[in-house]
T-cell receptor, first 120, second 111 residues
Framework: DVKVTQSSRYLVKRTGEKVFLECVQDMDHENMFWYRQDPGLGLRLIYFSYDVKMKEKGDIPEGYSVSREKKERFSLILESASTNQTSMYLC???????????????????FGPGTRLTVT | RKEVEQDPGPFNVPEGATVAFNCTYSNSASQSFFWYRQDCRKEPKLLMSVYSSGNEDGRFTAQLNRASQYISLLIRDSKLSDSATYLCVGLGGYNFNKFYFGSGTKLNVKP
């Protein structure tokens, strides 16, 4: 069974604090993702990584950074937390995206349990 | 326009009913789609993959209509435990390396 774990289920931080959210997967997946989920907005991609030390911006990277020093671990960093970053943060991992040529096929993502972050 | 769009619902159905959700996508070149189920305050979990024309797993059937660019999820003989939010996912980005999630369709199955 694929297992994706996140460091905290619930976190409360103050405005301006630096926040670290950790994600670890145990299936040797190449790709890892960070999303946030807000009511009415669905899941929005913050950053993703397709290899160690590689990262790409998602749709809402502002105010966030990431780090992937080891294949199994992907960290999300809020440099200076703000109240509008109060949200559910979900980490996901998947096997490499391309299966062959340009078929556009992909492997499914597996999610961690999420971290509910409140910034006061 | 969003990459993937869904009717948010809620769909309120009695036990035993058949219910269908549709999801439209904008990237005509995408060939991978997924349906995820998400329970309240939990993470999304994969329900079905849809790579070609469709997929069936027990009471669940997913179909892909390329001409009209939508995928559907059919649930037969609904159970109370099917109550959840169902997320449609398609691929996009310049290299099909981004997963785009719909906002989800909420299903309530009533006794």
């Amino acid at each position: 069974d694929v297992k994706v774990t996140q460091s905290s289920r619930y976190l409360v931080k103050r405005t301006g604090e630096k926040v670290f959210l950790e994600c670890v997967q145990d299936m040797d997946h190449e790709n890892m993702f960070w999303y946030r989920q807000d009511p009415g907005l669905g899941l929005r991609l913050i950053y993703f990584s397709y290899d160690v030390k590689m990262k790409e911006k998602g749709d809402i990277p502002e105010g966030y950074s990431v780090s992937r020093e080891k294949k199994e671990r992907f960290s999300l960093i809020l440099e200076s937390a703000s109240t509008n970053q109060t949200s559910m943060y979900l980490c996901a991992s998947s096997r490499t995206l391309w299966t062959s040529g340009s078929t556009g096929r992909a492997h499914e993502q597996y999610f961690g349990p999420g971290t509910r972050l409140t910034v006061t | 326009r969003k990459e993937v769009e869904q009717d948010p619902g809620p769909f309120n159905v009695p036990e035993g009913a058949t219910v269908a959700f549709n999801c439209t996508y904008s990237n005509s070149a995408s060939q991978s789609f997924f349906w995820y189920r998400q329970d309240c305050r939990k993470e999304p979990k994969l329900l079905m993959s849809v790579y070609s024309s469709g997929n069936e797993d027990g009471r669940f059937t997913a179909q892909l209509n390329r001409a009209s660019q939508y995928i559907s999820l059919l649930i037969r003989d609904s159970k109370l435990s099917d109550s959840a939010t169902y997320l449609c996912v398609g691929l996009g980005g310049y290299n099909f390396n981004k997963f785009y999630f719909g906002s989800g369709t909420k299903l309530n199955v009533k006794p």
